[in-house]
């Protein structure tokens, strides 16, 4: 599914007034302004609107589970944002924006990011795999079963993180015992406390050697 | 055990998966983005506010303030009282409460123009005075004006004094906020005059009271969505001024607007466990029998709202003493409202209580668990009641088995792992067994499915679960075949989830309309050609076949019957309520947490090398969730004992450490080693399943567990919560 910009929360009408307002004050747009009719027929026509769209975006092209996307993004926006917002991939989670509490954690060319931390425009072309990504339809991968058997979650928010973080751990080598786990897994906080059940799940997908 | 007693999660699938959809996350077309200024004094008016900049950057569709907002029709209504319940009226004056209190809610198209917009907005103020610390604020002090405020005596007034040994002693917990790692968030929409939220509610029945009370509307107007909450641990007991201003804004723009607080805004403005100070006072016999308790409480609340919670209620029962003395003040600070977060008032009274038992055990020198058995009380002495329950008793020996109390010497100090001291303690936690009245639909499908519908939501401790796992024993079915509908309006009645009595009151609604549904099932089937003259008691429902008890070749299957009667379903909906024998008894959850600290001496540093967290909550539903609850409980305490504490800088009254760099809270590090034992023994009274409750006193008494270890290891004590090493390392010689 190639997707364009895909930005469903765009300005309609009923506010577009103030949006052409704002064009018309803007220091790019002095030229415009010099020439009246050009800007009112801009103005009618919504260009101005266009060109700001335009003027404001960058280009991205970034595959997300498999998913090639080739978007025009705002430079402000994050890879948390991005996924959450307009691809509507709902499943990595917003915890603080700072990189402190490890709910937003993705994988990207293989490797376990923040994605709180991360400019969507920097992951220009870019492989990103998030918690959606994981399970082949009904078929979970080896760390979502384990999370359910061992009971690793509670209200279930940070889980994708902890999952994301999980398989990272063990395709990183950090995995070789319950002392190891509990470090390298301790950038993911869990406010439930189901930390116990968490280094279960991931001691037991490590030992049972499933390709991960 | 039963076939149910330890299944996985029902909605794990949903959760692991990334497909658990919680507030903010709706597909809402249309939907735009807001967020909340702050104000940047504690206490004051609002001179101007600008909010020009803001509302000429791009994308911006809205900015109100008090200046222009259209307040809502119950603000005017609303009693002029500090009861608790009448919250913060957002954008309704000029006035500034608190430090971070919302003056400004900035609308955007997009997530980034609306962040960007709201740097933009400016104010200035009519600075006044702030009091924003407890201790410099005791001219304040006042009861609450409640029944629950109210002094408690039992015996001789402080009866303590007259004892052979006493003990006085202050112990101080800070400001610990609830932080649950979903942020407070919202989608906010109308429908006509009909208000539309997404949001996170421990309590869909009690936001739509407050919707409709603050809005003018009618309660059954008010739609709520609050099917998934990634944890709440009491944050969710409140409608908070966000859940309103976000209405507002959708009202005022007829858009629907998504507004998610910043972790920053979840330590200012959507509550918090109060800080509070705590005296206790002791008295013993020499041989160790507790003759007079006295437990004074001050803690703070808001200058708008009087709130309390059950920080001394405890010490009323838990053991046994002639000469009982409580009382509780609130002293009213420049801050936003407390609320109950986890275990609210027993996790706080118990350190205090359990603290000071263990020094009381010292200065006796008596083991501390000898101290309260010799102590134990038999029935309920402040109700005058018998227990309906209790296995206190045998909490106390799983956990000494377990965490090897055996290895522990009286003398402080003189263990050591290497170049560790060693140290154990103990602190017992009790809860309330409480249950509401709760509606639940039980339908039964005619391919075999049952579904139950209530509008109880699961922040977490496994609701659903437990639901299926009772109407799959009571039906008889799969918890396959079990679909839950709950976490939203519109649905049969349930209660708030909270106080640790959600099995208590939805279980049992789930078991009595099971129950209903089955006899209705039978009776219908006895009408039946294949059953008739085969008595009622006689008939059994198995798997979708309604069979005679003695010839099974005797039978209709449900789908058979449905469709003879013209049915598409067999459905029952039923309120259910605590049975009037449950007044005659004290019905309490008791826990005992048990931990073994190694405490360097030169660091100052604590590991916690055990943890063993036993309880008696009555008969446990599933094994396998309930563990969950009393391990993450137990986290929450160790938190609470090691780590957690609001800083305020006094002379701005503002928060320093507003984010998990600063506030620490316990990561999978800190948790070495953890054991959970459940009693599991059915409560005759409590409810039909015999459960007691489990949520809040799988945290209460952790904190003093610990802080009992710290001194068992060290001969430290610290009284002020979190034990940091700081407080450890001033005193400690090698």
């Not at chain 2, 409608?239 to 330590?267: C, D, S």
């Not at chain 2, 027993?346 to 055990?361: C, I, N, Q, V």
């Not at chain 2, 609850?629 to 160790?638: D, E, L, S």
Request: hydrophobic share 35%.
């Amino acid at each position: 599914m190639a997707s364009k910009k895909t930005n469903q929360n765009k300005v309609t009408s009923e506010d577009a007034n103030s949006r052409r307002d704002f064009i018309k004050k803007s220091g790019l747009f002095t030229a415009l302004a010099l020439t009246p009719p050009s800007l009112v027929m801009a103005s009618e026509k919504k260009w101005d609107e266009k060109i700001a769209e335009y003027l404001e975006t960058v280009p991205l092209s970034i595959e997300v589970n498999g998913t090639k996307h080739n978007l025009n993004i705002e430079p402000r926006t994050t890879l948390l944002d991005l996924l959450r917002e307009q691809l509507q991939l709902t499943g990595t989670k917003k915890g603080c924006d700072h990189g402190q509490c490890g709910a937003c954690t993705v994988h990207v060319n293989g490797t376990r990011i923040l994605s709180c931390l991360s400019l969507a425009s920097m992951q220009q072309n870019a492989q990103v795999t998030t918690i959606e990504g994981l399970a082949k339809g009904k078929k979970l991968h080896p760390m979502q079963e384990a999370f359910i058997k061992h009971d690793g979650f509670q209200c279930g928010y940070c889980t994708p993180g902890q999952i994301m973080s999980g398989i990272a751990c063990i395709k990183e080598g950090h995995a070789n015992s319950r002392e190891e786990i509990r470090e390298y897994m301790s950038g993911n906080i869990c406010r439930c406390g189901a930390y116990h059940n968490i280094v279960d799940a991931i001691t037991e997908v490590k030992e049972g050697g499933k390709e991960i | 055990m039963s076939k149910t007693s330890n299944i996985n999660r029902v909605d794990g699938f949903a959760k692991v998966t990334g497909s658990a959809t919680y507030s903010a996350e709706y597909k809402t077309a249309g939907v735009v983005y807001a967020c909340l200024v702050g104000s940047t004094i504690a206490k004051g008016r609002i001179k101007t506010i600008d909010t020009k900049k803001a509302e000429w950057a791009p994308g911006v569709l809205a900015v109100i303030t008090h200046l222009n907002v259209d307040k809502p029709a119950g603000y005017e209504k609303a009693k002029d009282k500090h009861n608790f319940g009448q919250p913060l009226q957002i954008f309704k004056d000029d006035s500034v409460l608190y430090y971070d209190q919302p003056i400004a809610l900035v609308i955007a198209d997009t997530f980034e123009r609306m962040r960007y917009a709201a740097s933009l907005i400016k104010a200035d103020y009519f600075k006044e005075e702030h009091s924003t610390e407890l201790k410099k604020a005791a001219e304040k002090e006042k009861k609450v004006e409640t029944d629950k405020g109210n002094d408690y005596h039992r015996g001789e007034h402080d009866g303590y004094k007259n004892a052979e040994v006493i003990l006085e002693t202050e112990y101080t917990i800070p400001t610990e906020v609830h932080n649950p790692m979903e942020l407070a968030n919202i989608i906010a929409k109308w429908e006509g005059n009909k208000p539309i939220l997404y949001t996170k509610s421990q309590g869909v029945e009690g936001t739509r009271r407050s919707v409709a009370g603050v809005f003018g509307v009618p309660v059954e107007d008010v739609e709520v969505h609050a099917e998934y909450l990634g944890g709440a641990f009491g944050m969710g007991l409140h409608t908070w001024p966000y859940e309103i201003a976000a209405l507002i804004g959708a009202k005022k723009l007829n858009r629907p607007v998504k507004l998610v607080l910043h972790r920053e805004q979840m330590f200012t403005n959507v509550g918090f466990r109060p800080y509070t100070i705590q005296k206790m006072g002791l008295g013993a016999t020499k041989d160790g029998k507790l003759t007079g308790l006295t437990h004074e409480a001050v803690a703070m609340t808001s200058s708008y709202e009087d709130f309390m919670e059950g920080t001394v209620n405890m010490s009323r029962f838990i053991y046994d003493c002639p000469n009982v003395s409580t009382r509780y003040r609130i002293v009213p600070l420049d801050t936003c409202t407390p609320i109950w977060m986890r275990g609210p008032g027993e996790a706080t009274g118990s350190f205090a209580l359990e603290s000071a038992m263990d020094e009381m055990a010292y200065k006796l020198n008596l083991d501390p668990i000898e101290f309260r058995k010799l102590n134990y009380a038999e029935k309920d002495q402040e109700q005058n009641k018998p227990w309906s329950s209790k296995y206190l008793l045998e909490c106390y020996e799983g956990g000494m088995e377990r965490i090897g109390w055996k290895n522990r010497k009286n003398e402080p100090g003189s263990v050591k792992e290497g170049n560790w001291l060693v140290g154990y303690g103990m602190g017992t936690g009790t809860f309330g067994c409480y249950r509401s009245p709760t509606s639940v639909k039980a339908k039964l499908l005619a391919n075999g499915d049952l579904v139950l519908q209530c509008s109880v939501n699961d922040m977490g401790p496994g609701t659903a679960t437990m639901m299926t796992a009772i109407g799959a024993e009571v039906i008889g079915l799969p918890a396959e075949n079990v679909i839950i509908e709950m976490g939203k309006s519109g649905l049969p009645k349930g209660p708030t989830q909270g106080g640790s009595a959600t099995t208590s009151s939805v279980g049992s609604a789930v078991h009595d309309a099971c129950n209903l549904l089955l006899s209705k099932v039978i009776e219908l089937a006895s009408k039946s050609s294949s059953l008739k003259g085969i008595a009622i008691t006689d008939l059994t429902f198995e798997n979708g076949v309604i069979s005679s008890k003695k010839d099974k070749s005797k039978s209709v299957t449900l789908a058979t019957l449905l469709s003879s009667n013209k049915l598409e379903d067999f459905e029952v909906e039923n309120l259910s309520k605590a049975a009037e024998e449950a007044k005659k008894y004290s019905i309490y959850s008791f826990s005992v947490h048990f931990v073994k600290v190694l405490v360097n001496p030169n660091l100052g540093k604590i590991r916690l090398a055990h943890v063993v967290s036993c309880a008696d909550i009555g008969t446990v539903i599933n094994q396998k969730t309930s563990a969950g609850q009393m391990f993450g409980g137990a986290v929450g305490g160790i938190g609470m004992g090691l780590m957690e504490a609001l800083e305020i800088d006094h002379r701005f009254g503002r928060p320093i450490n507003n984010n998990f760099a600063d506030y620490h809270v316990p990561v999978n590090a800190d948790i070495e080693k953890q054991e959970v034992f459940f009693v599991n023994k059915k409560d005759p009274i409590s409810n039909p399943m015999g459960t007691k409750g489990l949520g809040e006193t799988a945290l209460v008494g952790m904190a003093p567990a610990i802080a009992n270890a710290v001194f068992n290891a060290t001969g430290k004590r610290v009284r002020d919560l979190p034990i940091t090493l700081d407080k450890i390392i001033e005193t400690v010689k090698v």
